[in-house]
């Protein structure tokens, strides 16, 4: 395993950066089998793990905590708050009365006095990016946090959020975690160019976007079930964006039968081969899915292999914007020229 540095931080960390939203109720309840798959990465050389307090509502969390038992010192732990943690109107967001509360239920779940990275899982719209920023560099302060992130932030607001913390004095922004893969490619528009120009370090999820890159669904596939995290729109066989999403998954299997690799070692070879990306987050559920997933990290894709995935999928596309995670607000009726 080839350690890259995480963004300007001085810290190195493995390509493929384990992602822990599996575990739990909301993929594999197994905690012991949970806790294997944990272990297995880390003896294969990964060193980044990423998690979330909302995954299987902190339950993700108290499974790692338990797995990282007398290995937590050899691992970058990172993980993200902003997410509903109940019925409660102020158990979420980005403001300093959460924050503050919601980094000791974290850390009390993953059994340490410290996380090494503590990413915003969203931008907020109605909270002044100087109320999160601040909070955080008070954390950082503590000793509680070593640096802060953001998860799905557009370019427009990476800038904001650097421009803040420098005319503050606040902590940056040393991170951003955007979605991914060959199918969703928005981000080389804007987002990977904004985060290389303030030397931050990209931790992408969903590689095999959501399993579409995995061969699980192919053009005989029915719909795939839907849940919270794969909704209708991204996996509605019948829609026109998702049958050419088919036709690309096609079109890139024969191309990693021609370059002599799996369909996944392509998918996630090609984020990791990105050089404004340090990690890419695999996200197995399973063992088998794990050691499917582990050998991309030795992958290298040879020019003409890049080329024939750009002819399939152009830079800068996402095939069905459904799967983006950009834009939602910025384009909402009461943001629009024309008003609600």
Same mark, same amino acid.
């Given at each position: 395993?080839?350690?890259?540095?995480?963004?300007?931080?001085?810290?190195?960390?493995?390509?493929?950066?384990?992602?822990?939203?599996?575990?739990?109720?909301?993929?594999?309840?197994?905690?012991?089998?949970?806790?294997?798959?944990?272990?297995?990465?880390?003896?294969?050389?990964?060193?980044?793990?990423?998690?979330?307090?909302?995954?299987?509502?902190?339950?993700?969390?108290?499974?790692?905590?338990?797995?990282?038992?007398?290995?937590?010192?050899?691992?970058?732990?990172?993980?993200?708050?902003?997410?509903?943690?109940?019925?409660?109107?102020?158990?979420?967001?980005?403001?300093?009365?959460?924050?503050?509360?919601?980094?000791?239920?974290?850390?009390?779940?993953?059994?340490?006095?410290?996380?090494?990275?503590?990413?915003?899982?969203?931008?907020?719209?109605?909270?002044?990016? @100087? /109320?999160?920023?601040?909070? %955080?560099? #008070? +954390?950082?302060?503590?000793?509680? *946090?070593?640096?802060?992130?953001?998860? $799905?932030?557009?370019?427009?607001?990476?800038?904001?959020?650097?421009?803040?913390?420098?005319?503050?004095?606040?902590?940056?922004?040393?991170?951003?975690?955007?979605?991914?893969?060959?199918?969703?490619?928005?981000?080389?528009?804007?987002?990977?160019?904004?985060?290389?120009?303030?030397?931050?370090?990209?931790?992408?999820?969903?590689?095999?976007?959501?399993?579409?890159?995995?061969?699980?669904?192919?053009?005989?596939?029915?719909?795939?079930?839907?849940?919270?995290?794969?909704?209708?729109?991204?996996?509605?066989?019948?829609?026109?964006?998702?049958?050419?999403?088919?036709?690309?998954?096609?079109?890139?299997?024969?191309?990693? @039968? /021609?370059?002599?690799?799996? %369909?996944? #070692? +392509?998918?996630?070879?090609?984020? *990791?081969?990105?050089?404004?990306?340090? $990690?890419?987050?695999?996200?197995?559920?399973?063992?088998?899915?794990?050691?499917?997933?582990?050998?991309?990290?030795?992958?290298?894709?040879?020019?003409?292999?890049?080329?024939?995935?750009?002819?399939?999928?152009?830079?800068?596309?996402?095939?069905?914007?459904?799967?983006?995670?950009?834009?939602?607000?910025?384009?909402?009726?009461?943001?629009?020229?024309?008003?609600?």
């Amino acid at each position: 395993m080839h350690y890259r540095p995480l963004g300007r931080t001085g810290v190195r960390v493995s390509p493929l950066c384990l992602g822990t939203m599996m575990f739990g109720p909301w993929g594999n309840a197994d905690e012991a089998d949970s806790i294997r798959v944990i272990h297995r990465a880390l003896d294969a050389g990964i060193n980044f793990v990423d998690t979330a307090d909302v995954y299987s509502a902190g339950e993700s969390e108290r499974i790692l905590g338990k797995a990282l038992k007398g290995r937590r010192d050899d691992v970058v732990l990172a993980t993200k708050f902003f997410m509903p943690m109940g019925d409660e109107p102020n158990h979420r967001g980005g403001s300093r009365r959460w924050i503050i509360r919601e980094v000791e239920d974290s850390l009390r779940r993953l059994d340490t006095d410290h996380l090494d990275l503590y990413q915003v899982h969203r931008p907020s719209q109605d909270t002044d990016v @100087e /109320e999160t920023l601040s909070a %955080l560099t #008070d +954390l950082v302060h503590q000793g509680k *946090v070593r640096y802060i992130g953001s998860s $799905s932030y557009a370019a427009s607001q990476i800038v904001e959020a650097q421009w803040v913390a420098r005319e503050r004095h606040l902590q940056r922004f040393v991170t951003e975690q955007p979605p991914y893969s060959i199918l969703v490619r928005g981000i080389e528009q804007d987002v990977l160019p904004a985060a290389q120009r303030h030397g931050m370090g990209i931790l992408s999820y969903s590689p095999l976007a959501g399993g579409w890159l995995s061969g699980r669904w192919r053009k005989d596939s029915a719909s795939s079930p839907t849940s919270s995290a794969r909704p209708p729109a991204r996996f509605d066989m019948n829609s026109p964006a998702n049958q050419q999403k088919l036709v690309a998954v096609e079109q890139l299997a024969l191309v990693a @039968e /021609e370059a002599g690799i799996t %369909l996944i #070692d +392509l998918a996630i070879a090609f984020v *990791v081969n990105h050089p404004a990306v340090t $990690s890419a987050i695999i996200g197995p559920r399973t063992m088998e899915q794990l050691e499917s997933q582990l050998s991309s990290a030795d992958v290298t894709l040879a020019d003409d292999v890049l080329d024939r995935i750009d002819q399939i999928v152009a830079p800068g596309v996402t095939i069905n914007p459904d799967d983006n995670s950009y834009g939602e607000a910025e384009l909402a009726p009461v943001a629009r020229r024309r008003g609600a």
